[in-house]
T-cell receptor
Framework: EAQVTQNPRYLITVTGKKLTVTCSQN?????MSWYRQDPGLGLRQIYY???????DKGDVPEGYKVSRKEKRNFPLILESPSPNQTSLYFC?????????????FGPGTRLTVT | GENVEQHPSTLSVQEGDSAVIKCTYS??????FPWYKQELGKRPQLIID?????GEKKDQRIAVTLNKTAKHFSLHITETQPEDSAVYFC???????????FGSGTKLNVKP
């Protein structure tokens, strides 16, 4: 089954404790992206990757890191989480060829930083 | 910077009525405009999209119109049903296919 998976689905952590949210897709998509969703703000892009070893900042990259060492995986790293990073996070992937290919979203990770 | 404004933030209609959601964007070079539906606790799912060289696209009860001159696009849902109740997001993709910008969402409530 073609899908995007994220782990963990729920995470409660404390300020400053490094964490990683994993994202994996099995559709051989070149493009992968991370979004955060906050009430009243819609989805905002954090980072995206056009292919292996190619990453770039989205609209709200502060406090986040990413890496793309393999085509299928795109982990999101919070080196020192803060309460303002409490949010619902979505990973997404799509084909890169052509301008109008559907983005497939993962199930989401709800992060709470206390 | 780039942004997209979405209105209204909430919309309540009677079953069978039509619903219209409007978005205005700032990047004139944008070329792809998808609409997503997000049910409570679920991931966003694409319901319809339109490219910049097309003015209107229809898929059963859902249609999207695009006015590039005015930089706005709209979602039209006809004959609404209770299962259409969800949050709807407009979005656009920058010209180089890299970045996506989303509207703030419209919570649609279809009353039976």
């Amino acid at each position: 089954e073609a899908q995007v998976t994220q782990n963990p689905r729920y995470l409660i952590t404390v300020t400053g404790k490094k964490l990683t949210v994993t994202c994996s897709q099995n559709m051989n998509h070149e493009y992968m992206s991370w979004y955060r969703q906050d009430p009243g703000l819609g989805l905002r892009q954090i980072y995206y990757s056009m292919n292996v070893e190619v990453t770039d900042k989205g609209d709200v990259p502060e406090g986040y890191k990413v890496s793309r060492k393999e085509k299928r995986n795109f982990p999101l790293i919070l080196e020192s989480p803060s309460p303002n990073q409490t949010s619902l996070y979505f990973c997404a992937s799509r084909l890169l060829a052509g301008p109008a290919y559907e983005q497939y979203f993962g199930p989401g990770t709800r992060l709470t930083v206390t | 910077g780039e942004n997209v404004e979405q209105h209204p933030s909430t919309l309540s209609v009677q079953e069978g009525d039509s619903a219209v959601i409007k978005c205005t964007y700032s990047d004139s070079a944008s070329n792809y405009f998808p609409w997503y539906k997000q049910e409570l606790g679920k991931r966003p799912q694409l319901i319809i999209d339109i490219r910049s060289n097309v003015g209107e696209k229809k898929d059963q009860r859902i249609a999207v119109t695009l006015n590039k001159t005015a930089k706005h696009f709209s979602l039209h849902i006809t004959e609404t049903q209770p299962e259409d109740s969800a949050v709807y997001f407009c979005a656009y993709q920058t010209y180089n296919f890299n970045k996506f910008y989303f509207g703030s969402g419209t919570k649609l409530n279809v009353k039976p």
